[in-house]
């Protein structure tokens, strides 16, 4: 079961026993009360992890355009990473550009519809379905299921379905601006 609560407080109760209160506002227990209510007092094995993810972008401090643009074909919706690239910085007569960091951050919820709906990038290093394993998810398949499914280890689906996100976060970020028309 899976749901969206926020951590309120944690307390430390003695005896190696932590308590922590989670707080449900968002709607992600509707009907799963019951199943919640199985759960009193039986172990459990719970996994939490931030709703949000961050990515840095690099711009120009002086000009404050971004070194990488991502540009949205208005037919597919396929995005498209654009580099500034060196010669062309020197046929304007920059030597040396100054760089700026710029961390902005993207609900999790936004990459997974941008993996199911737009077409993904491909990146070195990462050899998984992000798409297929989203989808297995939304079915409510549980990650170790999903794992036995692509004979890998759980850990290395949790880490590769991480570091994809982490990767196609501006990608998505670009794709959500375009969607929403922001």
């Known amino acids: 079961m899976e749901f969206k609560p926020v951590p309120q407080k944690i307390t430390a109760k003695g005896d190696g026993v932590i308590e922590l209160v989670l707080k449900v506002e968002n709607g992600s227990l509707y009907g799963k009360m019951d199943q919640i209510q199985e759960l009193i007092k039986r172990p459990c094995v719970v996994s939490i992890k931030l709703n949000t993810t961050e990515f840095t972008t690099e711009r120009d401090k002086v000009t404050k355009q971004p070194l990488i643009r991502y540009q949205i074909d208005d037919n597919s919706g ?78 290395a689906l949790i880490t590769q379905m991480d570091e994809y996100k982490q990767l196609v976060a501006p990608y998505a970020f670009a794709w959500w601006s375009w969607k929403t028309g922001k």
């Not at 010669?87 to 951050?105: F, M, N, P, S, Y």
């Not at 999790?108 to 070195?124: C, G, S, V």
């Not at 798409?131 to 170790?144: C, E, N, T, W």
């Open 78 to 155: 396929l995005v498209e990473a654009v580099h500034i690239e060196q010669e062309q910085l020197e046929l304007e007569g920059i030597e040396k550009l100054e760089v700026e960091k710029e961390t902005q951050e993207i609900d999790i919820d936004i990459i997974d519809q941008f993996i199911l709906e737009a077409a993904q990038p491909e990146f070195d290093g990462i050899d998984i379905d992000a798409q297929r394993v989203i989808m297995l998810q939304k079915a409510g398949k549980a990650d170790r299921e999903i794992a036995l499914d692509l004979e890998i280890e759980t850990e």
